[in-house]
């Protein structure tokens, strides 16, 4: 079974802090995607890599940044929390495929609080 | 991606098979159709993906139509866990791509 971990299922933050949610995959998968998810805006990108130190942004980076050192692991920082940074965080993991089929799993999610 | 279009909701008896629909006329030769569903607070889980053939796995099955303009995923014996909002997605997964959902299907299964 495909297992993708998230660090935490709750976070709350303070305005201004710096916050890590880190997420694990132990499927061997070359791809990672951070997303966030908000009640009428569906399943937005923040960040995603294709492999170690490599990243790409998505749809919604500015405030955010990412760090891949290990396959397994992808990282994303809140550098400074704002309250409109208050989101379900998703991490997800895919292999890279040279057809037309890639399937993502996502892990159980990070429901961020910023006060 | 090609736009698909479902219910916004579905009533299932606990034990009944549930059928979801999805259309998707639009949909191109190299498009897959893939099912996720998302349990109240939870993260998305992957069900099911299907080129043009009937695709069955543990957890559902996948029917889609010969011309490619709809699927129905099917799960035969709901039971209240699966009580989620489901997502039909249509879309061509070239090495790396960014997943999309719509609105999906509220299904809810009762006793």
């Known amino acids: 079974d495909v297992k993708v971990t998230q660090s935490s299922r709750y976070l709350v933050k303070r305005t201004g802090e710096k916050v890590f949610l880190e997420c694990v995959q132990d499927?061997?998968?070359?791809?990672m995607f951070w997303y966030r998810q908000d009640p009428g805006l569906g399943l937005r990108l923040i960040y995603f890599?294709?492999?170690?130190?490599?990243?790409e942004k998505g749809d919604i980076p500015e405030g955010y940044s990412v760090s891949r050192e290990k396959k397994e692991r992808f990282s994303l920082i809140l550098e400074s929390a704002s309250t409109n940074q208050t989101s379900m965080y998703l991490c997800?993991?895919?292999?890279?495929?040279?057809?037309?089929?890639?399937?993502?799993?996502f892990g159980p999610g990070t429901r961020l609080l910023v006060l | 991606d090609a736009k698909t279009t479902q219910p916004p909701s579905m009533d299932c008896a606990e034990g009944r098979a549930a059928n979801l629909p999805c259309n998707h006329s639009?949909?191109?030769?190299?498009?897959?159709v893939y099912w996720y569903r998302q349990i109240h607070s939870q993260g998305p889980q992957y069900i099911i993906h299907?080129?043009?053939n009937n695709e069955t796995n543990e957890m559902a099955s996948l029917i889609i139509t010969e011309d490619r303009k709809s699927s129905t995923l099917i799960l035969p014996h709901a039971t209240l866990r699966d009580t989620a909002v489901y997502y039909c997605?249509?879309?061509?997964?070239?090495?790396?791509?960014?997943?999309?959902f719509g609105k999906g299907t509220m299904l809810l299964v009762s006793p």
């Open positions: 639009t949909i191109s030769g190299n498009e897959y």
């Open positions: 299907g080129l043009k």
């Open positions: 499927m061997d998968h070359e791809n």
């Open positions: 997605i249509v879309r061509v997964g070239l090495g790396y791509s960014t997943l999309t």
């Open positions: 890599s294709y492999d170690v130190k490599m990243k």
């Open positions: 997800a993991s895919s292999f890279r495929t040279t057809g037309y089929q890639e399937t993502q799993y």
